[in-house]
């Protein structure tokens, strides 16, 4: 079973920087996917062929996090489930080599899942689709077994790949054990999951304008879905607006950020990144302000290059990266 650190904080020192890892421990719960990623060499034209160019990697929400903050030095573990193939055993070793625990992952009798998308010459996402079959594993009745080791986090970080009955699980269990449960609505569809869901437990979640409209069915106004949120229970809402930035919401406070206008490569797990450098920021005790910069600053960077992980990524080169963006 993973223990927490009890010792006070690793100090990183550079010459852009001083910060103090303040040691909060984070469990990410969810998909691991192999990436299938085809970038069009021309505008694409429905119902026809279209040449592209083949990407391949590893993916899947909870593994994207995952990936960048065991390379921003979070030291994450992961809850995952991997198909009994080589697609399987090739993430499983992945994340052992960055550091990722996962040793209470499940290993399925199933087929690894697949997420392929297709990519417009300029990075943007055309269409994609997801098949996998070992979501299902990471079932209520799993996870009821390993309540011990979920315990030992101190912010859990779970996708809508879930079913919705574990993710009520998962919400009411971060509120019995004060645990700060992050969720990230994935897509509009899966997004609609938490439309009938007690969301009382919930730190946070982060959805775009789409997704925040699916999770509150009887509203229009964001004014008006943003109330109906709090009044469920949720705490903070981190709105992501593409291009015009975001919006950070709590029940007495507002804050909105915006974007520099970017050549985008790859518009693949960008708000994957977006949370991962937010969650850096807040265990590492930055302020509100900060943590939406450092979050902006990766997927930024995330976008400028394909695929969903940038794996040259440290913690010094993050706060490089920002000053480029926010040098305030």
Sequence with gaps: MAK???????????????????????????????????????????????????????????????QHLALLEVNPAIITAFGNDADGLYIKDSFLKKGIACDQSIVADDTTG????????????????????????????????????????DILIID????????????????????????????????????????????????NEDELAAMCAHNTLKEQLLASLFERGVQTIWLRKGAEGSEWFTASQNLALSV?????????????AALAGWVFGYVNGEDEMACLQLGHTLALETLKRKGAVDLSLKPSTLYKNKKKYYND
């Design 114 to 153: 697949k997420y392929v998308s297709i990519l417009q010459p300029d990075g943007n996402l055309y269409v994609a689709v997801c098949q996998d079959s070992c979501g299902k594993y990471i079932s209520l009745d799993y996870l009821e077994t390993q309540t011990d080791y979920i315990k030992v986090f």
């Design 4 to 66: 927490k650190d009890t010792f006070p904080g690793k100090i990183y020192v550079t010459n852009l920087f001083t910060f103090v890892s303040m040691n909060k421990s984070v469990l990410c719960i969810g998909a691991s996917l192999v990436d299938e990623l085809y970038f069009c060499e021309n505008d694409i034209v429905s119902n026809s062929s279209n040449p592209a160019q083949k990407s391949t990697s590893i993916g899947g929400v909870s593994s994207n996090i995952a």
């Design 260 to 272: 520099p206008s970017i050549k985008i490569v790859d518009s693949t797990g960008a708000g994957d």
């Design 160 to 207: 809508t790949n879930l079913e919705s009955k574990t993710i009520q699980w998962l919400i009411h269990f971060a509120k019995t054990h004060h645990k700060q449960l992050i969720i990230e609505p994935v897509s509009v569809a899966k997004a609609t999951k938490l439309a009938t869901l007690d969301l009382n437990g919930v730190f946070m979640l982060t959805p």
